[in-house]
Nanobody
């Protein structure tokens, strides 16, 4: 069992920055791919970025060059540094822990609101 708790969301002006944190509890977290997803009102949840236990990353095209995902396995934390924020980045951001493919397991945090507005 893995529990995830996000923090760091808030209101920021366009062009600003925020750093989201995800604190994880549980065992063997290193075997999980950790990710950040977001869901805007009226839209489906989408993958923003994910990182493997070895540090390989991938991003949705709309955030490439602006967002950076990182993880600290010793501290059981995952971060999402968001720079040059745009109004279209406004959403609830959720932390995810994924394991697969033979037995697929997903854990989700409750989410943190990010609002980009002037």
């Amino acid at each position: 069992q893995v529990q995830l708790v996000e923090s760091g969301g808030g209101l920021v002006q366009p062009g600003g920055s925020l750093r989201l944190s995800c604190a994880a509890s549980g065992n063997n977290l290193g075997i999980y791919i950790m990710g950040w997803y977001r869901q805007a009102p009226g839209k489906q949840r989408e993958l923003v970025a994910r990182i493997t236990s070895g540090g390989s990353t991938n991003y949705v095209d709309s955030v490439k060059g602006r967002f950076t995902i990182s993880r600290d396995n010793a501290k059981k934390k995952v971060y999402l540094q968001m720079n040059s924020l745009k109004p279209e980045d406004t959403a609830v951001y959720h932390c995810n822990a994924h394991r697969g493919p033979l037995v697929v397991v997903d854990y989700w945090g409750q989410g943190t609101q990010v609002t980009v507005s002037s």
